[in-house]
């Protein structure tokens, strides 16, 4: 049974940095894709960033102040966050996927950018 844990939230003031953590653990093999999502009160879940094997991608919100990247532990991720900004504050989700299979999300971990 694979579980999603993700760990590192908190409160930060603006312009601080926060590193989240995730890992995924019940599976042999490595996901093909790892990355990390966000939802804000009243909004939709948004794409933050994610990396395969071949790329990485982000979202234009977040280009040049965070960064994903994979653990030496297999199916380990974080996001690196630096220069906050109070509308970073969210939920932020670790997805784990494969291509044709089901993804798998954490629960959750807040991020809150305030002063």
């Known amino acids: 049974q694979v579980q999603v844990v993700e760990s590192g939230g908190g409160l930060v003031q603006p312009g601080g940095s926060l590193r989240l953590s995730c890992a995924a653990s019940?599976?042999?093999?490595?996901?093909?894709?790892m990355g990390w999502y966000r939802q804000a009160p009243g909004k939709q879940r948004e794409l933050v960033a994610s990396?395969?094997?071949?790329?990485?991608n982000y979202a234009d919100s977040v280009k040049g102040r965070f960064t994903i990247s994979r653990g030496n532990a297999r199916n380990t991720v974080y996001l690196q966050m630096n220069s906050l900004k109070p509308e970073d504050t969210a939920v932020y989700y670790c997805?784990?996927?494969?291509?044709?299979?089901?993804?798998?999300w954490g629960q959750g971990t807040q991020v809150t950018v305030s002063s």
């Open positions: 019940g599976r042999m093999f490595s996901f093909n894709a």
């Open positions: 990396l395969t094997s071949s790329s990485t």
């Open positions: 997805n784990a996927a494969n291509p044709g299979e089901r993804s798998y």
